[in-house]
């Protein structure tokens, strides 16, 4: 799924652009837990319910298979808006990291 995915990695830009190469080194082990997991991406439920808009159900069938696919059972609460976006880009942020990560080794 692709939803909003480009805002999602302007996201990641940002934050990366912040911090310095030996930070990112040293950290990259743990780089989308830095970036995805100690802060919520959006914060409020009206904020949240905007930013899904009409994709809603589209999003939280994502979550669904990627918890069921990854854990055997879902987790996210979906019937709260703020936990379901930050979820997704959660979600979407592994994969961003991960093609951030591979680009380094690339270059290296």
Request: charged share 35%; aromatic share 16%; no cysteine.
């Amino acid at each position: 799924m692709d939803y909003k995915r480009e805002e999602i990695k302007e996201y990641f830009d940002d934050f990366v652009n912040d911090q310095d190469a030996e930070w990112i080194e040293d950290n990259k082990d743990d780089l989308h837990h830095h970036v995805f997991n100690t802060d919520y991406y959006i914060i409020g439920t009206y904020q949240a319910k905007e930013w899904l808009g009409n994709k809603t159900f589209d999003v939280i069938n994502f979550i669904k298979n990627y918890e069921q696919d990854n854990f055997g059972e879902t987790f996210t609460d979906l019937s709260d808006p703020e936990k379901v976006v930050n979820m997704y880009a959660y979600i979407i942020g592994e994969e961003i990291v991960t093609d951030y990560l591979n680009e380094l080794e690339e270059v290296a």
